[in-house]
C-alpha cells in the first residue's frame, strides 16, 4: 500500500517541480543560498508535499478516464482504493502547509493559493476544454512568484534572466499538457457526459502544440545571448533545443518525454552554470 500510494503521488514530477524553485531563489538572491537558511529545506518540502497531493487527488477524480487511459495505474488496478488516495491526498495537503506556515507568510500564503488551484483543477478540469491547460502551466510556473516570497532580491545580472525563464517553462508546459491531451482523448471523451476534448483532434491543435515546444526550447538562449548566463547553460540550452526538435519525430506520448528532459536540463543546468561562475556575477 505504501508504494503504492508513494507512485501516485509522482515524485518525479513533484520533486523537480520543488527544486526548480530552489534554482529560482538561488538566481534571486545571487547564488548566496545560505543567507535564505534552514527556510529554504522547509519551503522545499512545504511544496513537494502539496504538489503531490494534488496529483494524488487527481487520479481520485479521474479514475474512470485512468481505467481506460492507463488501466495499470494503482488506483485502476485495485491497488489503492479511493478512500485511502483521498486520506493521503489530505494528510499531504496539510502537512504541506503546516511546514509552510513556519516559513516566511508570504510563502504560506502563496502556498495555500497555489493548493487550491490545484484542488480546483482536479476537481473541474474536465469541465473546461483547452482552459485546464492554461491553468496547468499557469501553476507549474507559479514557482516562480512563490520563490520570490522566500526572499528578497539581490541585484544581480542572473536576475535578470527570471524575466525569461517564466516565459519558457508556461510554454513548455504548455505544449507538455496539449500533448497529453492528444495523447488521453480517449479515455478523457469517455470520462465526460458534454465531452470537450474534441478540439485535441484537430490538426490546428496538434501541430499548435509542436510549434510551441519548439518555441519554447528556443527561447532558452535568450539568457545566455543577453549576456545573464554562461557557457554551461549554454550548452544545455543547445542540448534543450535538439531535444525539442527530436521530439517532433515521435507522437504524443513519447514526445512529453523530450520535453520534461528539457525543463529538467534548463533547470538543472541553470543552477550548474550559476555555481560554477558565482565569482563572476556582478
Known amino acids: 500500500m505504501i508504494i503504492a500510494l508513494t507512485r501516485l503521488m509522482r515524485l518525479y514530477y513533484s520533486l523537480p517541480l520543488s527544486l526548480g524553485m530552489v534554482v529560482i531563489v538561488a538566481y534571486i538572491v545571487g547564488g548566496d543560498l545560505a543567507s535564505v537558511g534552514y527556510s529554504l529545506v522547509k519551503a522545499f518540502l512545504a511544496l513537494c508535499c502539496c504538489i503531490s497531493a494534488g496529483y ?3 487520479d481520485v477524480c479521474d479514475i474512470a478516464i485512468d481505467a481506460i ?3 495499470n495505474r494503482m488506483m485502476p488496478a485495485g491497488r489503492v482504493s479511493p478512500g485511502a488516495a483521498l486520506i493521503c491526498s489530505a494528510s499531504l ?6 511546514m509552510a506556515s513556519f ?5 504560506f500564503l502563496a502556498l495555500s493559493m497555489i493548493s487550491a488551484g490545484l484542488i480546483a483543477y482536479d476537481l473541474y478540469s474536465k469541465r473546461i476544454g483547452f482552459l485546464k491547460d492554461i491553468l496547468v502551466a499557469a501553476l507549474v510556473t507559479s514557482i516562480y512568484p512563490l520563490a520570490f516570497t522566500l526572499a528578497k532580491p539581490v541585484e544581480t545580472s542572473v536576475l535578470k534572466s ?3 525563464f517564466p516565459v519558457w517553462l508556461f510554454l513548455s508546459a504548455l505544449s507538455y499538457e496539449m500533448l497529453k491531451d492528444i495523447r488521453d482523448i480517449k479515455g478523457d471523451t469517455y470520462g465526460n457526459q458534454k465531452p470537450q476534448s474534441t478540439y485535441c483532434q484537430s490538426k ?5 502544440a509542436r510549434i510551441i515546444a519548439v518555441a519554447a526550447s528556443f527561447i ?5 545571448a543577453l549576456g545573464y548566463c554562461r557557457s554551461i547553460y549554454l550548452g544545455c540550452s543547445v542540448a534543450a533545443i535538439v531535444l525539442a526538435l527530436f521530439s517532433l519525430k515521435f507522437p504524443p506520448g513519447r514526445a512529453i518525454r523530450f520535453i520534461y528532459a528539457e525543463v529538467f536540463l534548463i533547470a538543472g543546468g541553470s543552477m550548474v552554470d550559476l ?4 565569482g563572476q556575477i556582478n
Open 56 to 58: 494524488v487527488l487527481n
Open 69 to 71: 487511459n492507463c488501466p
Open 93 to 98: 495537503f496539510a502537512a504541506g502547509l503546516t
Open 103 to 107: 516559513c516566511r507568510w508570504q510563502f
Open 162 to 164: 527570471l524575466y525569461i
Open 204 to 208: 490546428q491543435f496538434k501541430v499548435s
Open 220 to 224: 532558452t538562449v535568450l539568457p545566455f
Open 275 to 278: 555555481m560554477v561562475f558565482s
